[in-house]
């Protein structure tokens, strides 16, 4: 029986051989590329930017949803308006962490958990830290409100609020 391989056309080539005749072009691409947060989530964030919450209301279940999304997930139809909601809140549920977010220990623990936000459907509400808080102080149903980063500083990311406060004589 016949090699099957001595039959094939053309000119087998070496490795080195490869890299002397064929034309090759080397270089390091610089990838550029951008991610599209979506129409929802790209003006809540441009809304944080401005110092603003903002949600999103269905007109069927009569819920203000945030943060908000252009569909209703219990009713399954798009959701029919923006509307803006409190910088106040509820903590709704929290952890004291300390360690940090390189697992390293510290000595000053991190208070982080979800705020249920004032003008939202309850139980709508945000993954953030809370400051101005100890172990003792801090509890479940605590009000809190937004710490705002400086105007200038404000990027458009949910770290525009730099953490949830306690809520002291109404303000
Ligand atoms: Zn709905």
């Known amino acids: 029986m016949t090699d099957p391989r001595k039959a094939w056309p053309g000119v087998e080539?070496?490795?080195k051989e490869f890299h002397?005749?064929?034309t090759a072009v080397t270089y390091r691409p610089e990838a550029k590329f951008s991610w599209a947060a979506g129409e929802a989530m790209s003006r809540f964030l441009a809304e944080l930017k401005d110092g603003r919450l903002i949600a999103r209301t269905c007109r069927k279940c009569k819920r203000v949803l945030f943060p908000p999304r252009m569909f209703c997930e219990e009713?399954?139809?798009p959701t029919d308006a923006w509307t803006y909601v409190k910088d106040t809140g509820t903590i709704e549920t929290y952890s004291i962490s300390y360690i940090d977010l390189d697992a390293r220990r510290i000595p000053v623990p991190i208070y982080v958990g979800v705020v249920s936000v004032d003008g939202a459907s309850p139980k709508m509400g945000m993954m953030h830290y809370f400051g101005e808080v100890t172990e003792?102080?801090?509890r479940i149903g605590m009000r809190v409100r937004a710490v705002w980063r400086p105007a200038r500083e404000r990027v458009g990311s949910v770290l525009d609020i730099l953490y949830w406060r306690p809520v002291r004589?109404?303000?």
């Open 13 to 15: 080539l070496t490795a």
């Open 20 to 22: 002397e005749t064929v």
């Open 75 to 77: 009713c399954f139809r």
């Open 136 to 138: 003792k102080t801090i």
């Open 169 to 171: 004589g109404g303000r």
